[in-house]
């Protein structure tokens, strides 16, 4: 069976709405546009780059900015939920034999503090690391460390960007749509599966890899 490595943010844990609560809190400060809450299905479609542009965060700022939330959100991280019941679905796929790991941005203690909380202490392991020059850097690293083979690991994310990395990595990818994208955003993205409901995934993975 293969290795599956899931996506931290909007795949296992729901912070979408802890992300937008945060950079309306910091808006005012850094000077870029609020998100009422009416904007957010209308930013679920946009990618990355769209999103900036629209509040009007220059990629000069952007990396203060994204500190910025990112420190706010490690005090939040080890009270959110998942964004969808997913339990059941990797207790089954680590009784089939599948290894199960989060690469993720976030610090390893977050996310392991996030597990237990939520009594999701399946996976094998969670690498965290900075994505500087991209996620699918992120992902190469991974696989090298791990000694993960090309033709073995599934990325399961919920952004078109996550998409975009696997594809850049040379590796199979799920999307999943209870994230921060839509799934006709990640329609477009083109991933080998798309998937609305945990037990979609849990599917596609033990018939189809």
């Not at 941005?105 to 996976?123: A, C, G, I, P």
């Not at 190469?140 to 990325?155: A, F, N, Q, R, V």
């Amino acid at each position: 069976m293969p290795t599956i490595v899931f996506d931290f943010d909007g795949t296992i844990a729901d912070t979408l709405s802890v992300v937008v609560k945060i950079a309306n809190r910091f808006a005012d400060h850094y000077g870029y546009r609020k998100i009422p809450a009416g904007d957010i299905p209308k930013l679920r479609e946009k990618r990355p780059s769209e999103v900036l542009k629209h509040l009007g965060i220059s990629l000069f700022k952007l990396p203060i900015v994204a500190r910025k939330i990112r420190f706010e959100m490690n005090k939040e991280i080890v009270r959110l939920q998942t964004p969808v019941e997913i339990r059941q679905t990797l207790v089954n796929l680590r009784k089939k034999g599948c290894i199960l790991g989060i690469l993720t941005t976030n610090s390893r203690e977050n996310v392991t503090e996030f597990l237990k909380n939520n009594d999701l202490q399946f996976f094998d392991f969670v690498y965290s690391g900075r994505a500087v020059y991209g996620k699918s850097r992120l992902l190469k690293k991974l696989m090298k460390e791990k000694t993960i083979p090309h033709d073995d690991p599934i990325y399961v994310g919920d952004e078109i960007r996550d998409v975009e990395a696997a594809k850049k990595a040379g590796i199979r990818v799920i999307g999943v749509t209870w994230g921060y994208n839509t799934k006709e955003a990640l329609q477009k993205s083109r991933p080998d599966y798309i998937v609305e409901r945990p037990e979609e995934l849990e599917s596609v993975i033990l018939e189809n890899c």
